[in-house]
C-alpha cells in the first residue's frame, strides 16, 4: 500500500518570504500523480498543483513551485512570496496511474507572519 | 451546480442515533469520493462511486456506514448507531472519469459531525 508522509506538523514563515514543505511517499508504481491540496478553515480542499510521475520536469502554478525527485520518492512545495492568504492547511496526495483514490499525508498547518 | 455541495454543513447528534449526511457532485462528473478527516489529521478514503460500476467499499471502517448513489447524481452517506469516535468532518469529491490522475478532485466544504 502507498503511503505518504509530511514530517512537518507545522511550519511559519514571514510574509513575503519563501517557505518549503516537505512530502515523501512510498510506493513500488512506476505511473502514479502526485498533488498539493490546500485547506482553509472554510474545510474546502482546493487543488494547488499536480506533478505526474513520467515527467521530469518540475510543476510550477505562479508563486507554487514543487522539488520532485523520483528516485528519492520526495515531492516537496514551495510557496514564494507568501501571501497572508497562503495560511492553511496543506496536504500532500499520491494516487496511481490506474488507481481510484487519493492517498492523503497527515498535512503541515502554514502559519503567514505579518 | 458550480461546486461540489454538502449537506448539513454541520451536525449534531446523540451517540447511538442513525445520521445521513448528503453530497451533490459538479455536473457531469462520474466519479464520487467520500473521505473522513479526523480533528487535525490527513483524509481517510471511505468509498468511490465511478457511474453505474460497482462501488469500491474498501475504506469503510465498519457495517455501521453505508453510502448509496443514483447514477451520476446525489450520494448519500449514513451512518447508523453513531459512536463518539465517529465525530469528525466528511468530505466529499468528484471528478470526471475514472483514473483522470490529471484533474484531481473537487472537493465540497463538508459536513462537521459532533455526536455527543
Known amino acids: 500500500a502507498q503511503t505518504v508522509t509530511q514530517s512537518q506538523p507545522e511550519m511559519s514563515v514571514q510574509e513575503a518570504e519563501t517557505v518549503t514543505l516537505s512530502c515523501t511517499y512510498d510506493?513500488?508504481?512506476?505511473?502514479?500523480?502526485l498533488f498539493w491540496y490546500k485547506q482553509p478553515p472554510s474545510r474546502q480542499m482546493i487543488l494547488v498543483i499536480r506533478?505526474?510521475?513520467?515527467?521530469?520536469q518540475n510543476a510550477t502554478e505562479n508563486r507554487f513551485s514543487v522539488n520532485f525527485q523520483k528516485a528519492a520518492k520526495s515531492f516537496s512545495l514551495k510557496i514564494s512570496d507568501s501571501q497572508l492568504g497562503d495560511a492553511a492547511m496543506y496536504f500532500c496526495?499520491?494516487?496511481?496511474?490506474?488507481?481510484?483514490?487519493?492517498?492523503f499525508g497527515g498535512g503541515t498547518r502554514l502559519m503567514v507572519k505579518p | 451546480g458550480a461546486g461540489v455541495s454538502q449537506s448539513p454543513s454541520n451536525k449534531v447528534t446523540e451517540k447511538g442515533k442513525d445520521v445521513e449526511l448528503r453530497c451533490d457532485p459538479i455536473?457531469?462528473?462520474?466519479?464520487l469520493y467520500w473521505y473522513r478527516q479526523r480533528l487535525g489529521q490527513g483524509l481517510e478514503f471511505l468509498i468511490y462511486?465511478?457511474?453505474?460500476?460497482?462501488?469500491?467499499k474498501s475504506g469503510l471502517p465498519s457495517d455501521r456506514f453505508s453510502a448509496e448513489r443514483t447514477g451520476e447524481s446525489v450520494s448519500t452517506l449514513t451512518i447508523q448507531r453513531t459512536q463518539q469516535e465517529d465525530s469528525a468532518v466528511y468530505l466529499c469529491?468528484?471528478?470526471?472519469?475514472?483514473?483522470?490522475?490529471?484533474?484531481?478532485?473537487?472537493f465540497g466544504s463538508g459536513t462537521q459531525l459532533s455526536v455527543l
Open positions: 469529491a468528484s471528478s470526471f472519469v475514472l483514473g483522470q490522475g490529471r484533474s484531481g478532485l473537487f
Open positions: 510506493t513500488s508504481e512506476s505511473d502514479y500523480y
Open positions: 506533478q505526474e510521475a513520467y515527467k521530469q
Open positions: 496526495a499520491y494516487r496511481s496511474g490506474g488507481g481510484n483514490m487519493l492517498t
Open positions: 455536473s457531469g462528473h462520474t466519479a
Open positions: 462511486f465511478q457511474g453505474n460500476s460497482a462501488p469500491d
